[in-house]
């Protein structure tokens, strides 16, 4: 690994892990089970390198903005290189994001270059604001020959001859701004730094190295900034490959586990769930002897690596099942939503370590994560090198709002100086999660301070992001509130959207007004939808300019009516 | 060619059969998450088996914002 104490940039880092492992395999792609790509260091580089001198050419320099919206392949990485090769900063955009929402945060990024994929850019210049892009370069990746691009340019055909001038960035510099939420209304750019990046990287490494010969399966976004370090940075700096997989049919990412023999790979509860229900019918399809001989082997692979994990061990007693995940994998990584604990526990139990954790976009990646020494499935884990962590006004149990300090943590939200005064205070980043440290030093998260879910799918969802969708709603007036902000439950389970209805003066929900409601509510993608409603028999508290007052409306509704009273939708 | 009746109650029969639940208790303009009370890693699960049924390949972004049987359908049908 490159020791990145000695660098000052992004850019810089790769471009010597690019020089120092020319030979070894850096990227492989996959769609279905059909390999499509398989890249060294040394290919990486000539992809990359026209691509910044095209950059370059046109205008774009240091400290310009280029957008990435583009689902997880090995061009979103080649071209992240040459975005930090030219100095620029990177605006990684969710690419499950609807059009719309990608325009909005497209303008508050000021981004002048995006680089698209073609089957969303086709939604973007189908969208009703398409006419308001500004950016000024656009490339489209996969664009079919001689399809009309509407002034934007295939990614393929972008490229100069000549080598282009690396440019040099400090520590302090912006790598790159990544919209933690706000698309409805107040984006969050969290504006992230070299440093966050290169000190991010050194503290993950420090506990869970890549070297030459890993394999990493990226999975989850890109644009997400788990497996934009653990799937970009972290496997490059060490000479690691990352095998990218352009389906997640679970069928698919079973077989790639088998095919190219991975060793890491982060997920979110969702697809460890999916991974554990599979694993469970073919546990119940053996035949009595087989069970009993199964249930023997886990007994006795929990017994012997309750202290630490001991993954060859366990690969001697549970043969089949480490098979399955192709026979190298040494841990799965997860984070970004709440994870069952009983999940995590039937997978150590099998000898596949679970590095679970905690971290939010505003702190680079992670700030706590599982040592293992030994695993524990009821906490996030310890912090990690280089991270300090406060509990601010705790209660009788310990348990307040986690506060961090850590060289990780983002610089400020890109135009919104008020949101940052309330976010960092002297130092300190308030998470809005709820924890406490116990005597061992490792995190429970135990709720939150903060109006929002996470799903298992890993997606930060914020009531103001989709309230619009029910506006013309006959009632007197709504708004979504989250479950657990109203009704702290000391646990992060049961994330629940809830709809608050105000009725006019004798109406009734009857099922004319539930039809409505739950036609809006399609109208949203299945993870951002609200799943209860309740109805409130007063008027919503407002400011003086009628904006909903939310903490008051949550106090007073958590004073009233219980949880229980929420209907699902 | 089949039509896109033909198509939907086929998905329907094998949306039925995969999750096993009685065909009567799936309609078209079914909700797919809310009625089988399933996540989107389960429906791409479905949409392997449709595709080997039609004989068709469908990517991921296809299934993008798809709740319903009708509309799934309808993405199938243009690719038949």
């Known amino acids: 690994m490159l020791d990145l104490r000695e660098y000052t940039c992004l850019g810089a880092a790769l471009r010597d892990a690019i020089d120092r492992f020319a030979a070894q395999t850096c990227l492989i792609e996959a769609d279905r089970d059909r390999e499509k790509t398989q890249l060294s260091y040394s290919d990486f580089k000539e992809l990359a390198l026209p691509l910044a001198r095209a950059l370059e050419d046109a ?15 090995s061009k979103w990485l ?40 073609y089957y969303l850019w086709r939604a973007i210049t189908q969208s009703p604001d398409f006419q308001n892009l500004t950016t000024r370069i656009v490339l489209v990746t996969e664009a079919p020959l001689g399809a009309d691009l509407l002034g934007g340019f295939r990614w393929e055909d972008f490229k100069r001859k000549g080598a282009p001038d690396f440019v040099m960035r400090q520590r ?20 992230l730094t070299h440093e966050n990046y290169l000190e991010q990287c050194r503290a993950l490494m420090a506990w869970y190295p890549f070297w030459p010969g890993v394999r990493y399966l990226s999975i989850l976004p890109t644009n997400h900034a788990i497996d934009f370090m653990v799937g970009f940075i972290g496997p490059f700096v060490c000479g690691a490959c990352v095998v990218h997989l352009r389906t997640l049919r679970p069928e698919f990412v079973r077989d790639a586990f ?17 991974l554990e229900r599979g694993l469970r019918a073919k546990f119940d399809e053996l035949g009595a002897a087989k069970r009993f001989v199964l249930d023997r082997m886990i007994g006795l692979n929990k017994l012997l690596t309750r202290r630490r994990p001991k993954v060859k061990l366990s690969r001697l007693l549970l043969p089949g099942v480490h098979r399955a995940f192709g026979g190298d994998l040494l841990a799965l990584i997860t984070g970004g939503a709440f994870m069952e604990p009983s999940t995590m526990q039937f997978f150590y139990d099998l000898g596949i370590p679970v590095v679970n954790g905690y971290g939010l976009t505003e702190a680079g990646t992670a700030l706590t994560l599982n040592d293992l020494k030994p695993f524990r499935a009821d906490t996030v884990g310890k912090p990690l090198p280089g991270v300090e962590l406060r509990i601010l006004n ?39 999660d709820l924890g406490r440290l116990d005597g061992s030093g490792h995190l429970q998260l135990l709720g939150r301070k903060k109006n929002m879910i996470v799903t298992e799918g890993g997606k930060n969802i914020y009531p103001e992001d989709i309230e619009s969708v029910f506006d013309g709603l006959p009632v007197k007036e709504y708004s979504v509130i989250a479950a657990n902000y109203v009704w702290p439950a000391k646990e992060l389970g049961r994330e629940l959207l809830v709809l608050v209805l105000r009725l006019e003066q004798n109406q009734q929900f009857d099922s004319k007004l539930l039809e409505e409601v739950n036609a809006r509510n399609r109208r949203l993608p299945d993870f951002k939808r609200v799943g209860g409603r309740v109805v409130w028999g007063k008027d919503f508290p407002r400011t003086a300019s009628m904006k909903i007052k939310r903490n008051d409306l949550a106090e007073e509704i958590r004073n009233t009516i219980e949880r229980s009273a929420v209907v699902k939708l | 060619m089949q039509t896109a009746d033909q198509t939907l109650d086929e998905i329907l029969t094998l949306a ?7 065909r009567e208790t799936l309609g078209p ?47 199938i049908q243009a690719r038949l």
């Not at chain 1, 205008?59 to 392949?73: E, H, L, P």
């Not at chain 1, 709002?401 to 308030?430: C, F, K, N």
């Not at chain 2, 039925?16 to 009685?22: I, N, W």
């Not at chain 2, 009625?35 to 390949?57: I, K, M, P």
């Open chain 1, 172 to 191: 302090e510099d912006v790598a790159s701004i990544v919209y933690s939420s706000g698309t409805g209304g107040r984006p969050k750019g969290c504006v």
């Open chain 1, 258 to 274: 088998m095919r190219y023999r991975i060793t890491y790979v982060a997920l979110v509860p969702m697809i460890l769930k999916n």
């Open chain 2, 16 to 22: 039925a059969a995969h999750f096993k639940v009685p």
């Open chain 1, 394 to 432: 705790p209660d009788a149990e310990g348990v307040g709002e986690v506060a961090a300090r850590s060289q990780t943590v983002m610089s400020h939200y890109l135009d919104d100086p008020e949101l940052t005064m309330e976010t960092i205070v002297e130092g300190w980043l308030l998470t809005g």
């Open chain 2, 29 to 75: 303009d079914d909700d797919f998450f809310k009625t089988l009370g399933v996540d989107s890693l389960q429906t791409l699960d479905l949409l392997t088996r449709l595709e080997h049924h039609f004989h068709v390949e469908l990517p991921d972004y296809e299934l993008e914002g798809v709740s319903d049987f009708r509309t799934l359908a309808s993405r």
């Open chain 1, 59 to 73: 205008g774009f320099d240091a400290g310009g903005r280029a957008a990435m919206v583009m689902s997880n392949q």
């Open chain 1, 78 to 117: 080649v071209s992240a290189y040459a975005i930090f090769y030219c100095g620029g900063v990177l605006v990684p955009l969710d690419f499950k994001l609807t059009a719309a929402e990608q325009l909005q945060l497209l303008a508050h990024s000021q981004a002048t270059v995006l680089i698209v994929e």
